[in-house]
């Protein structure tokens, strides 16, 4: 079990800042409950939906609206900075949690920021909710998200890795599209993909400055257990793994060759995925399907190339096609004063709500696969620059995989490993080196929460 005192040093903060809206938010709070919600008038009880995705653009204006009509005794009020930073936006709302502020339906952008704060009780466990319905999480939704067999939240989009690949640059290199192939063929892929013309390098692939991609191999694609940087009991590091050597030569390689956008450039410039990839400064990335739409371009990206998809490369050549999905997941706030209100709307927009949105692929197994493909590629401004036939393949053929939820400290555990990785690639240590220095410091920290 965690530490009182990892728990109590985020608790404290959160003390503080109630100290300081105790009087101001008593009174308020008194006053919505008794009139059943935000002063409505018609007996609707109000509950609000906090979020950190534009709605325009997301369609969530649509999903409301429908929402609202299928359920009249419920208004939804959407809060979102509107500019679709889930970093900035878990801030605000921790500080909203500790200023006491009305907060009902919150949207997590994956499992390890719902853990940590399902660990601080800000969420509700719904099981009473599933069992009084009748249905089995695992028979309705592909990801699991379930802490301890207790679930605290429902999954909404899924995000299955992939690659995304210029369909032009491939043809240009006399390469065909894999339907399965390996790490080391992927890297052969970025090699010939690889030109320079006018003193400027377009890279065969790309991988982003996030630390999972330091680990992605383990992180992305490592069927049933040991997907994190903790084994699944969260009692042991689990940085001295095959997969996590493997990603860090494929990482090596490609500064080795030249086929991967150099690291020091990525993280000296701040390079984004999204512009590398549809500027055309690399011909392939490897990604999760939650980029699918803006293949089709937007408008504020367009599309000018087509692209094609190609499943995740596996460790070893027969190995089964299988990638670790996440995705979106809704909880209802411990303090809401319409529990039940916030739980009929995540329960209705993680089934028929995200396939009416239209943007996403939903983690819900009844949802009609090849009509929700058409209705987000025909939402996109070039709906021909993304190629169906393809993509249908990678999602009908890829094994899906739920991992073990990461620990609740798991963002200290990435900043070591970010140390120690930076270190490799920058300053030139080896790969048993950075290995040996991660699992320790790992292990170090597990230890000091046990």
Excluded at 10 to 29: E, P
Excluded at 286 to 312: D, H, I, R, W, Y
Aim: hydrophobic letters at 35%; aromatic letters at 10%; a negative charge.
């Amino acid at each position: 079990m965690l530490k009182k005192k990892w728990i109590q040093a985020t608790v404290i903060s959160v003390l503080v800042a109630l100290a300081t809206s105790a009087c101001s938010g008593a009174g308020g709070n008194s006053t919505a409950e008794e009139t059943g919600g935000k002063g409505s008038s018609d007996g609707a009880v109000t509950i609000k939906l906090h979020t950190w995705y534009p709605k325009k653009a997301d369609n969530w204006d649509i999903v409301i609206e429908e929402f609202e009509k299928k359920h009249p005794e419920i208004k939804v009020e959407f809060n979102s900075a509107e500019d679709n930073n889930s970093n900035e936006y878990y801030k605000k709302l921790d500080l909203a949690a500790a200023s006491g502020d009305d907060l009902d339906v919150i949207m997590f952008s994956n499992m390890a920021f719902l853990s940590q704060r399902a660990e601080l009780g800000l969420l509700e466990p719904v099981d009473a909710y599933i069992e009084k319905e009748g249905f089995s999480l695992a028979d309705e939704y592909s990801s699991d998200t379930r802490i301890k067999d207790v679930t605290y939240g429902l999954p909404g989009k899924l995000s299955t890795p992939m690659v995304f690949i210029n369909e032009s640059r491939l043809k240009e290199a006399g390469l065909e599209l894999p339907k399965e192939w390996t790490w080391d063929q992927y890297m052969e892929y970025a090699k010939a993909m690889t030109t320079t013309a006018n003193g400027k390098t377009q890279y065969g692939t790309y991988f982003h400055s996030w630390i999972q991609f330091g680990y992605f191999i383990q992180n992305m694609g490592q069927s049933t257990t040991g997907a994190n940087l903790t084994t699944d009991d969260g009692l042991k590091a689990n940085i001295d793994t095959p997969a996590i050597r493997k990603s860090l030569e494929v990482r090596l390689q490609g500064e080795r060759e030249g086929s991967a956008t150099p690291y020091s450039e990525i993280v000296s410039q701040k390079l984004n995925y999204r512009p590398q990839y549809f500027n055309q400064d690399t011909s392939m990335i490897t990604m999760a399907s939650f980029l699918v739409p803006e293949a089709g371009g937007t408008e504020q990206v367009p599309a000018t190339f087509k692209t094609v998809f190609a499943p995740l490369p596996t460790m070893n050549a027969g190995d089964p096609l299988t990638a670790n999905v996440s995705g979106d997941v809704f909880g209802v706030y411990s303090k809401s004063k319409h529990k039940e209100a916030a739980y009929t709307f995540i329960r209705w927009f993680t089934t028929e709500g995200i396939v009416l949105q239209g943007k996403n692929f939903p983690s819900w197994k009844k949802a009609d696969l090849n009509k929700v493909v058409d209705n987000i590629i025909a939402g996109t401004k070039t709906p021909e620059k993304i190629d169906k036939e393809s993509l249908m393949y990678v999602l009908e053929n890829t094994k899906q995989a739920t991992p073990a939820v990461a620990v609740p400290y798991h963002a200290e555990l990435e900043k070591v490993f970010l140390e120690e990785f930076d270190k490799m690639m920058l300053s030139g240590v080896d790969i048993d080196t950075t290995i040996r220095n991660t699992q320790e410091k790992v292990q170090k920290i597990i230890d000091s929460k046990q």
